[in-house]
């Protein structure tokens, strides 16, 4: 079906394949995460966990008036009054991102877990936590997560986790399948670093143009509480606009071995982050210019 992404409506499938009846083979989920680039795993999460983090979320969120009033809290209906973009206020806001009950989720049993007999060895997480609060029009753009936190081992996975149910008018995540295969986007703008390069990020704004261009298809699925889905750092990837009147809240976040080298930008207590890339006064070069000197 046609689904809206930022800049354009495209045909995607809503099929992502879940990964939950090879749980407990780690072999086997490294050939699925090879072939595939994610792996869907329904109800890792217990629900009520999950939803206790959405609670404490949202009551945060209804104390900066961003819900509607009088509305049920857990609903997270969006307050059309409330004057700021949305969807990326909430990354790396500590005032949410340090809820115990939200890492209880993002920093608990069952993903640390699943990571221990995944990578073969004790698993760490990045202490930023990407938390989106994504109100209505928002999405995100088209792209490879390496170029943001490539400076650690490259053997690292993101993980999506949706805190609410997230059906396809929510915006939910959306990959081009067969985007790890593209080898000479990830020779060139796979390279890439963003504070290095000081590059848009993202890849294209036009999801028709890249399945045109290097082939493969859009998927996406819709979400239930206790969902998450893991992916590889050269799988590409976007958001479907929130054409809904909730909030879509959902966080990203980032696990690898322990043993292994880490992005320093994304450890300690006050991870130190983009400390180039969209900052004031740093001079981005275009897409077109990347896309040119990459020859893609
Ligand atoms: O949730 C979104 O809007 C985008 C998520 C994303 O880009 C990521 O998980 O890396």
Same mark, same amino acid.
């Given at each position: 079906?046609?689904?809206?992404?930022?800049?354009?409506?495209?045909?995607?499938?809503?099929? +992502?394949?879940?990964?939950?009846?090879?749980?407990?083979?780690?072999?086997? +989920?490294?050939? #699925?995460?090879?072939?595939?680039?994610?792996?869907?795993?329904? *109800?890792?999460?217990?629900?009520?966990?999950?939803?206790?983090?959405? !609670?404490?979320?949202?009551?945060?969120?209804?104390?900066?008036?961003?819900?509607?009033?009088?509305?049920?809290?857990?609903?997270?209906?969006?307050?059309?009054?409330?004057?700021?973009?949305?969807?990326t *206020?909430?990354?790396?806001?500590?005032?949410?991102?340090? +809820?115990?009950?939200?890492?209880a989720?993002?920093? *608990?049993?069952?993903?640390?877990?699943?990571?221990?007999?995944f990578?073969?060895?004790?698993? #760490?997480?990045?202490?930023?936590?990407?938390?989106?609060?994504?109100?209505? *029009?928002?999405?995100?753009?088209?792209?490879?997560?390496?170029?943001?936190m490539?400076?650690?081992?490259?053997?690292?996975?993101?993980?999506?986790?949706?805190?609410?149910?997230?059906?396809l008018?929510?915006?939910?995540?959306?990959?081009? +399948? @067969?985007?790890?295969?593209?080898e000479?986007?990830?020779?060139? &703008?796979? !390279?890439?670093?963003?504070?290095?390069?000081?590059?848009? @990020?993202?890849?294209?704004?036009?999801?028709?143009?890249?399945?045109?261009?290097? @082939?493969?298809?859009?998927?996406?699925?819709?979400?239930?509480?206790?969902?998450?889905?893991?992916?590889?750092?050269?799988?590409?990837?976007?958001?479907?606009?929130?054409?809904?009147d909730?909030?879509r809240?959902?966080?990203?976040? #980032?696990?690898?071995?322990?043993?292994?080298?880490?992005?320093?930008?994304?450890? @300690?207590?006050?991870p130190?982050?983009? &400390?180039?890339?969209?900052?004031?006064?740093?001079?981005?070069?275009?897409?077109?210019?990347? #896309?040119?000197r990459?020859?893609?």
């Amino acid at each position: 079906m046609k689904l809206p992404f930022l800049h354009q409506e495209v045909e995607v499938s809503t099929d +992502l394949r879940e990964s939950n009846d090879i749980l407990d083979n780690p072999d086997a +989920l490294h050939e #699925r995460i090879a072939e595939d680039g994610y792996l869907l795993i329904r *109800g890792l999460h217990d629900k009520k966990t999950v939803l206790a983090a959405r !609670q404490a979320i949202l009551e945060k969120l209804a104390t900066k008036r961003m819900l509607a009033p009088e509305t049920p809290l857990m609903e997270g209906i969006f307050n059309p009054d409330y004057p700021e973009p949305t969807s990326t *206020g909430s990354m790396g806001n500590k005032a949410l991102t340090q +809820l115990p009950a939200f890492k209880a989720v993002v920093e *608990g049993q069952p993903i640390m877990d699943f990571f221990k007999h995944f990578l073969g060895g004790d698993a #760490r997480t990045f202490d930023f936590k990407w938390l989106r609060t994504a109100g209505p *029009g928002s999405g995100s753009p088209i792209h490879y997560d390496i170029v943001f936190m490539g400076r650690g081992t490259q053997n690292l996975y993101s993980c999506w986790t949706p805190f609410g149910d997230v059906s396809l008018d929510m915006g939910p995540i959306v990959f081009c +399948l @067969g985007s790890n295969r593209f080898e000479k986007v990830r020779e060139t &703008y796979g !390279q890439a670093d963003v504070d290095h390069d000081l590059i848009e @990020g993202h890849f294209s704004d036009n999801p028709l143009e890249i399945i045109e261009k290097f @082939g493969g298809h859009w998927a996406t699925t819709s979400f239930s509480v206790g969902d998450v889905i893991i992916f590889s750092m050269f799988l590409m990837h976007a958001s479907l606009v929130n054409t809904s009147d909730k909030i879509r809240i959902t966080a990203d976040t #980032r696990y690898q071995l322990a043993a292994e080298a880490i992005d320093e930008r994304w450890i @300690g207590k006050n991870p130190k982050g983009h &400390y180039a890339w969209k900052q004031k006064d740093t001079k981005i070069e275009s897409l077109a210019e990347s #896309r040119r000197r990459w020859g893609v």
